[in-house]
């Protein structure tokens, strides 16, 4: 009887430890490695689940014995039962068997003064009245150039849509479906009944992205149903005519960049420059990709590019805030050069070490923010930085539109729900007082400043000022006024069409600050969750670098990038010359492409001879050294500089995982440029350096290059 009665205690706590809800989290790739955003995990028979993030990890509250099924567009779906682990990771495998359906408007042969639109509109007559159930079956002969393949036929069979415009996607990049306003699917789009369609809209290229962000680069079809809602009134706001949207484009501007040439050795040895921490350009060449937009040649920081990504430097192990790092090795592009990299790794700080910090957000509410990826975007990017403050935080917020205004008084870190809704009330409307909200912001982080703290504004905006001081020349002026304050400042630029990289882009190299560009909610989270320490909190300022190169072993060189961070030589011993600074964690890498001494070459034109000046090199006790580097920085609230020295010897050595991805970002930036450097090599050439150099990629950031630059052509 005892026996039976601890059997029965015994199965029932095994039930209920069953029955127990608990989190289980993985990770969703494809057969390559590659992570799958926005995936779907369901737990089956039930409306409990998920989507996975851009790194594709995903986290849901299930049961052990539950089934998980998990799919993503264009693979195929995979069940997994609940077991007592609490990590499920899962490959997904590509759907062989797909009905693929291409609806291009390449071809479409109209006079040339008619409007060529990229929205094609179906009504639900046309679909009734059409042979074929299947409503996209339905959209053959209504859509130009559309084309319809079927390797199978059947029930539930899976369905795949690709919208190609006059830019180069890929055909395995699948069009969005949104159905009634919201994300669908394709297999949901087929079996809908076409009686109950009221009209569809076929979305190519930008305007897609104008609509629906980065998920609508591929092209969006827009369904609206009897039971829908007001989708067709964002349609007729938003959706622009190639030619509109082309327009706005031409309105962005940008610093004009000089591209650095060969300098020769023997005449000058020295390279000056200061460091970069800005990682604007490489997410708005993203922007521009992914929206099928011409990219041009000023948007195109080379520097930025290669330092939006991480690199694996050791942290400092001495009283310096920063490591030093130097690789040389061969060129891949060139056979007859090699490629230097100097890398800088800033210390990193648990965010709990971090100094108080006294924030004053500036955020443009002008009518040139009403767009959803300018103020509404910046709206929930903001709530991110919101939910990292402390209790020791204060956070203030300064609007502007036709004049600036106070919106929240500081208030701390431990008030999330008062700041967030202070955000959520704001709106967009009227012309854009930028310099008055500048001055506003910085009174007002001045009023409050934290002499042991961290003192900082971020501004927030397209840059599209209008009112006032609003130049280059004006803004520069002002800001250079303000950093005198010890306010440090951080710029964040949003949207496109009227985007001013030029203006945001002196804001942050001449108000002590770094400048970003947030085209999507994984960015805004990359900034505000991932890099929260390197975005606030500075620990080296005014960091100016100097490479002296040895004639004995090099001919010529040439720094890539950095054409808008160039310093004259005198000016790296001058502590009243500004420079850039270095947020906690953060790492800086420049790269140069080096002639060996002994190499006929293009690159190093003949020296005229000099009545005064010995063009010899002379060998001495330094022969063994390829170049000196040496680095100036300052201490956060220090005015007088501290030098740091680094030697490197002449050798050459097999490229590191961080080498070749380095140099892949800044090749792809000089294709893209058009660069009179990139010696005729392509995309591929690119991908295949970028794959040699992709290593743990924790992040995921290098493998979406990967995917970014095969979209281009």
């Known amino acids: 009887m005892k026996t039976g009665l601890n ?13 127990q809800q608990k989190t289980v989290s993985g990770v969703i790739t494809d057969q390559n490695g590659l992570p799958l955003p926005s995936a779907t995990v369901l737990q089956m028979g039930t409306a409990n689940g998920t989507t996975s993030d851009f790194d594709g990890n995903y986290s849901i509250s299930v049961k052990v014995n539950d089934v998980l099924v998990f799919s993503y567009l264009g693979y195929k779906t995979e069940q997994v039962v609940v077991t007592d682990a609490n990590t499920i990771n899962v490959i997904l495998q590509e759907n062989s068997s797909l009905d693929e359906v291409v609806i291009t408007v390449l071809g479409i042969s109209r006079s040339t003064d008619e409007v060529k639109k990229s929205v094609t509109t179906i009504k639900s007559e046309e679909i009734i009245q059409a042979s074929n159930p299947n409503v996209v079956n339905s959209l053959a002969g209504k859509v130009s150039g559309l084309k319809i393949k079927t390797k199978n036929h059947g029930v539930n069979q899976t369905t795949r849509i690709v919208l190609r415009g006059n830019r180069s996607l890929t055909g395995t990049n699948e069009a969005l479906i949104v159905i009634d306003g919201k994300i669908s699917s394709a297999e949901k789009l087929v079996n809908l009944a076409p009686k109950k369609i009221i009209s ?9 992205s104008a609509l ?13 149903t009897v039971d829908g809602s007001k989708e067709n009134a964002k349609i007729s706001k938003f959706v622009q005519t190639n030619k509109e949207l082309q327009h706005k484009f031409l309105n962005e501007s940008y610093t004009k960049i000089h591209e650095n040439k060969f300098k020769i ?5 020295l390279s000056t420059f200061s460091i970069d921490v800005d990682k604007a350009g490489y997410s708005n060449v993203r922007r521009m990709i992914n929206n099928g937009q011409l990219i041009p040649a000023n948007a195109v920081k080379i520097e930025e590019m290669v330092n939006y990504f991480d690199y694996n430097y050791p942290q400092p192990t001495d009283e310096h805030p920063f490591s030093i790092n130097t690789e040389v090795v061969k060129t891949p592009w060139h056979k007859d050069t090699k490629l230097v990299k100097i890398g800088l790794q800033g210390k990193i700080y648990d965010n709990e070490n971090l100094p108080a910090a006294n924030l004053t957000f500036l955020i443009d509410v002008s009518g040139s923010m009403g767009n959803q990826n300018k103020l509404p975007l910046l709206k929930e990017a903001f709530k991110l930085l919101v939910n990292q403050l402390r209790p020791q935080d204060n ?16 208030t701390s870190g431990k008030h999330k729900t008062k700041i967030i809704e202070a955000l959520d009330q704001l709106n967009s409307g ?7 909200g500048i001055e506003l912001a910085y009174k007002l982080a001045q009023e409050n400043f934290n002499k042991k703290g961290n003192n900082r504004v971020i501004l927030a905006t397209d840059g599209d000022f209008n009112v006032g001081a609003s130049s280059n020349d004006a803004m520069e002026k002002l800001i250079v006024k303000k950093r005198e304050s010890g306010v440090f400042l951080s710029v964040l630029g949003f949207g496109y069409g009227n985007y001013k990289d030029d203006k945001l882009e002196i804001l942050a190299d001449k108000g002590n600050g770094n400048h970003a560009y947030i085209d999507t909610m994984q960015e805004a989270r990359r900034i505000f969750e991932t890099e929260f320490g390197g975005t606030l909190f500075t620990i080296a300022k005014d960091v100016k670098i100097q490479v002296e190169f040895n004639p004995n072993h090099v001919q010529a060189y040439r720094l890539i990038g950095y054409e808008n961070r160039l310093l004259a030589d005198e000016d790296f011993v001058n502590d009243t010359i500004d420079a850039g600074e270095l947020g906690a964690g953060h790492t800086v890498t420049a790269l140069y492409e080096v002639l060996p001494v002994g190499i006929e070459s293009e ?8 009545k005064y000046t010995q063009n010899e090199t002379v060998t001495n006790q330094y022969n063994d050294e390829l170049f000196t580097v040496k680095f100036r920085y300052k201490k956060p609230d220090e005015d007088k500089s501290i030098e740091m020295i680094h030697v490197q010897k002449n050798e050459t050595t097999e490229a590191t995982e961080d080498m070749n991805f380095a140099s892949a970002v800044a090749l792809f930036g000089m294709q893209l440029r058009e660069s009179q450097f990139y010696n005729n090599t392509n995309v591929q050439d690119v991908i295949a350096l970028a794959n040699k150099g992709r290593g743990e990629d924790r992040s995921g950031y290098r493998a979406e290059f990967v995917r970014l630059i095969s979209t281009f052509k």
């Open 200 to 208: 569809t809209h076929v979305v190519k290229g930008a305007e897609g």
């Open 265 to 269: 050795a023997a005449t000058t040895p």
């Open 430 to 436: 009227g012309s854009t007082a930028g310099g008055q």
């Open 395 to 410: 956070v203030a917020i300064v609007v502007y539109a036709g004049a600036a205004g106070v919106v929240l008084k500081p």
């Open 7 to 19: 059997l029965i205690i015994a199965l029932f706590m095994v039930v209920q430890l069953h029955a």
């Open 212 to 224: 629906y962000g980065s998920q609508g680069a591929n092209g969006v079809i827009i369904v609206t």
């Open 603 to 610: 690159y190093a034109k003949d020296i005229i001879d000099l």
